[in-house]
């Protein structure tokens, strides 16, 4: 049913009928959140044998990890955090818990200080290339920071690059651009041998260019065969701009969101810059937590067998909204589009243009909280208010089947609404 091509009265039909569903939905008093892309608690339980891996018996290795020191990490787990990555393991740095925090320090040492001996970066204006849709606390750091953002469309091969080519390397204060390369939030798209390629080859204005690929979902594919992502790493390396590599990841949706650890990996001009920095902030990371990762963890075959035992919980989710999705809207609804990724934490959908904001209300109205709607965008603008980010990991089946109700009835009122204001026009 394409709701664009309908007449007025057709319209209106549809709208008392949505109505009436809306109605028998505020009645049922739920409280439904697809907001936020955490983990569930069955997912977090898979790691709980993580606990026993050290106790009051431990032998840590010398030297001691219980005390100072080791500023990089622990080569057990920076070898195997490098394997994971297709980097060496003197490419690596082991950090706290986030890799947000790393990619937040990131941004301040290269405003404050610059890179590699470089200028700081706040001497002058500084700008970063945004994909879009994409993920809002990096939007959040850059707004933080005072970096000005330029969106890029998202394409399911990546970022637009005719125009990250073009803005890179005609102006010398784009200093950055954001990548989820793999599993990106929210579109769940894989950038494309092509485009790694020119990301590691493209010509930049800046000197100091940096790109920060964030390569949060590098392991975590919903099914046997994932997506392959080329490794820029070594692209880089061949093209002569290693340095322009800042890549991030995280266990935290391994093991523990709350709990897990983060590592960066980069050149070893960038590491050494990088270390002479954060030696000030701490003598050392959590060793022993990092210990007791590379216990559990192992190997990047083991890492793989414990992310399909949390595939096997949220593929069904993300199956399911496929499902509905596809029973309520289909191809050709003219008003609801959304991708369908083979693995990360969301699924990108895409109302008619115009209605995400009214969805996101009426959602809210009846109980159920989705991702602030502009929030996938730099300064929260989406100019079209039409993306709207699902994330169907947390909620159990049950309840992100009932949120999906909710929402398909909520799109369906908003988008008809607006179709009928248009029509009057
Ligand atoms: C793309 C991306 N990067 C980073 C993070 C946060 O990572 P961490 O928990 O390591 O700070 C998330 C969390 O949703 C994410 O989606």
Redesign the pocket.
């Known amino acids: 049913m394409n709701y664009t091509k309908m007449s007025k009265e057709e319209l209106q039909q549809a709208l008392g009928e949505q109505n009436k569903v809306l109605k028998e939905i505020k009645k049922q008093k739920i409280s439904l959140d697809i907001s ?2 955490k983990p569930c608690p069955q997912q977090m339980d898979i790691t709980m044998p993580m606990l026993d891996m050290i106790n009051s018996a431990t032998q840590f290795p010398k030297p001691d990890y219980r005390n100072y020191g080791g500023l990089e990490g622990i080569p057990e787990l920076r070898a195997l955090f490098a394997k994971i990555l297709g980097v060496e393991k003197e490419e690596t740095v082991i950090g706290g ?7 937040f320090d990131t941004v301040q040492r290269a405003m404050q200080f610059g890179v590699c001996g470089g200028k700081p970066w706040n001497a002058g204006k500084v700008k970063f290339l945004c994909p879009v849709p994409g ?1 809002d ?2 939007f959040a750091i850059c707004q933080h920071f005072g970096i000005e953002m330029i969106n890029v469309p998202m394409t399911p091969a990546g970022p637009n690059m005719e125009l990250v080519e073009m803005l890179a390397a005609s102006d010398e204060s784009v200093k950055g651009i954001w990548c ?1 390369p793999k599993y ?2 929210p579109t769940g798209y894989t950038f494309s041998d092509e485009t790694v390629e020119r990301l590691a080859k493209m010509t930049t204005a800046a000197k100091d260019f940096r790109i920060f690929w ?1 390569n ?2 590098c392991v975590h594919d919903l099914y046997e065969q994932g997506d392959k992502l080329a490794n820029i790493m070594d692209i880089a390396k061949e093209a002569g701009t290693a340095d322009r590599i800042y890549e ?3 266990t ?2 391994v093991t523990f ?1 709350g709990a ?1 650890v ?1 590592v960066m990996a980069a050149s070893k001009n960038n590491i050494a810059d990088v270390l002479s920095h954060m030696k000030f902030q701490t003598i050392g990371f959590n060793k022993v937590w990092q210990y007791a990762h590379y216990l559990y963890l192992q190997s990047p075959e083991n890492v793989a067998a414990i992310m399909a035992k949390q595939a096997a919980l949220i593929r069904p989710k993300f199956e399911k909204f496929e499902e509905v999705f596809s029973e309520e809207f289909g191809e050709n609804s003219g008003i609801a589009r959304w991708t369908k990724p083979r693995g990360g ?2 699924i990108s959908l895409d109302v008619l243009d115009g209605c995400a904001k009214e969805v996101g209300k009426l959602c809210k109205s009846v109980g159920l909280t989705v991702t602030n709607v502009g929030d996938t965008f730099p300064y929260g603008v989406d100019d079209k208010d039409s993306n709207i980010r699902i994330a169907p990991t947390f909620a159990t089946e049950e309840e992100f089947e009932q949120a999906l109700k909710v929402l398909v009835c909520c799109i369906k009122v908003a988008c008809i609404e607006k179709l009928i204001k248009i029509s009057e026009k």
Not at 97 to 103: D, F, I, T, Y
């Open positions: 936020r892309g818990n986030s890799s947000l925090q790393m990619m993920y606390r990096h989820v990106q939030n964030d949060a979902y991030f990841a995280s935290s949706k969101a897990g983060a934490y969301f």
